[in-house]
T-cell receptor
């Protein structure tokens, strides 16, 4: 069965410092991996994805993520955090080989960037 | 360039009534997903539809819940005989294909009194 874990409920970082939001996954086949961001009372917005290709994926607003197959991780990173990055971040996975179209979302990590 | 539209944004129903949630996907998208989000929780997959077909409904409760995506018009999530536990935010997302990113609507917040 596929699953995704975001081990941190909240991450605090000072503005200008690098940030990392962690995500690990479990699928039996090839993973399709996504990061989304949610602002209060809004729907989710796509940040980046990994389907195949380069392990380092660059996305919107300066975010990037590295697919690590051996550690089954897909951590979200940004070199220099902004206060406006404060939001709820979700990692999602789908098993690309299982014939299922079900996307599993993590429970979310609240990022707080302090001025 | 309209995104995913959902209506109503807020819906209040009494126990036992029916709730109908509508979702208009991004123009040209033929893949629609419905999710439920409880407070302080992540999104739970409910159902995946393509035009006129339910492809994967493994996340949808067997009773009282149904979904459709007709050839013309919006996708509808229907909840019959609502109970308090159905209170949640329901999000719809659309995609140009099943392996690409999803575009989410603003959600419908259902409150059952």
């Amino acid at each position: 069965a596929q699953s995704v874990a975001q081990p941190e409920d909240q991450v605090n970082v000072a503005e200008g410092n690098p940030l990392t939001v962690k995500c690990t996954y479990s699928v039996s086949g090839n993973p399709y991996l996504f990061w989304y961001v949610q602002y209060p009372n809004r729907g989710l917005q796509f940040l980046l994805k990994y389907i195949t290709g380069d392990n380092l994926v660059k996305g919107s607003y300066g975010f990037e993520a590295e697919f690590n197959k051996s550690q089954t991780s897909f951590h979200l990173k940004k070199p220099s955090a902004l206060v406006s990055d404060s939001a709820l971040y979700f990692c999602a996975v789908r098993d690309g080989n299982s014939g299922t179209y079900k996307y599993i979302f993590g429970t979310g990590t609240r990022l707080k960037v302090l001025a | 360039n309209a995104g995913v539209m959902q209506n109503p944004r807020h819906l209040v129903r009494r126990r036992g009534q029916e709730a109908r949630l509508r979702c208009s996907p991004v123009k040209g998208h033929s893949h629609v997903y419905w999710y439920r989000q409880l407070p302080e929780e992540g999104l739970k997959f409910m159902v995946y539809l393509q035009k006129e077909n339910i492809i994967d409904e493994s996340g949808m409760p067997k009773e009282r819940f149904s979904a459709e995506f007709p050839k013309e018009g919006p996708s509808i999530l229907r909840i019959q005989q609502v109970v308090r536990g159905d209170s949640a935010a329901y999000f719809c997302a659309s995609s140009p294909s099943d392996s690409q990113e999803q575009y989410f609507g603003p959600g419908t917040r259902l409150t059952v009194t």
